[in-house]
């Protein structure tokens, strides 16, 4: 019987040494947990704060895209006196020889915007 009370004590203080070594882990491990959140939270903060710090002004931001206005509609009231004086120059060139009659409509119609 003696035999039998040595191996019952022996295998309760064990139980009991595993039960007590596992619930200390399990606290330290769910402390080390809370400390390691902690610390995480603060270097995100530190480093959020130094983004912030780094952002450049805003005129140096990039600017953000916008569509060109439209050109303005061409003026109503007939020829320019510039494009009068650039027709008479390209007709005296055609005259002359200098342009072919090609060339002549061509840069005639630039002028005149058709």
Not at 44 to 59: F, H, K, L, R, V
Request: hydrophobic share 35%; proline share 11%; no cysteine.
């Amino acid at each position: 019987m003696g035999l039998l009370r040595g191996m019952a004590r022996t295998a309760v203080v064990a139980g009991t040494a595993t039960a007590v070594s596992g619930r200390v882990q399990r606290r330290q491990a769910n402390k080390f947990a809370e400390k390691d959140a902690a610390t995480a939270a603060k270097q995100q903060e530190a480093y959020d704060a130094q983004m912030a710090e780094q952002q450049p002004p805003p005129e140096y931001q990039q600017p953000v895209y916008q569509q060109p206005p439209p050109p303005p509609p061409p003026p109503s009231g007939g020829i320019t006196d510039d494009a009068i004086q650039q027709l008479k120059e390209l007709g005296a060139l055609k005259e002359q020889g200098i342009l072919t009659e090609e060339e002549f409509v061509a840069q005639k119609a630039k002028i005149l915007g058709t």
